[in-house]
């Protein structure tokens, strides 16, 4: 059994929380945010206020990590240097220089770090992968994407509406768009992500956040296995 933590309960972590239990093979055991009022509604897992305390009681075998943005890699950093695996809320940082630091410091530290670029396992993306692979409709020309959004007023601290800690829609929001181009290009396989990304069982995929999320955990347990 896998042990799991969450660090960040904000307005995403709940979606990933309702992801893990329905992961098979893994135990949500804590999580942790700086305002115990966030956890008040999870008496059964151990809580805490401060991250280096909770790493240094608990036994965590993954961390997710659904923090604001401009903390990403100090806090991902931070767990793979004790050996703990990650699962990163996009983006991995504001920073370009971090990127290089995440992934040596997972290399160096034997263990495994995913972003959380949950779109390549919506169906629906998944159709318009086939459509694109098979050139079904012709070749692919131009492409347009529009996403909308109220202004996220209910962040901690505003840190969402702050561009030094959110970067602003390139970052929190136009960067799922980016994926999906950055994946088309590089050549991926449908059967590949089927196979692997979603379990083998294409015909159970779940058509909400959570059941989207759980395909992502399922995908970090099935590196761990």
Known sequence: MLKVAIVGIGGISAAHIRAWKLVKGVQL??????????????????????????????????LDICLPSYLHAEFAMKAMNRKINVLCEKPISLNKSDVAKVYKCAKDNNVKFMVAQVLRFWPEYVKLKEIYDTQKYGKLLSGTFVRLSECPGWSWDGWMRDEKRSGFVPFDLHIHDLSMLTGYCAGWSLKQLIQEGLGGVPGKITSSPAGHLSTLCNQMVNFLG
């Open 29 to 62: 055991v804590a999580m942790c945010d700086v305002r115990l009022s966030q956890m008040e509604n999870y008496p059964d897992i151990s809580t805490y206020c401060d991250f280096d305390e909770m790493l240094e009681k608990e036994q965590i075998d993954i």
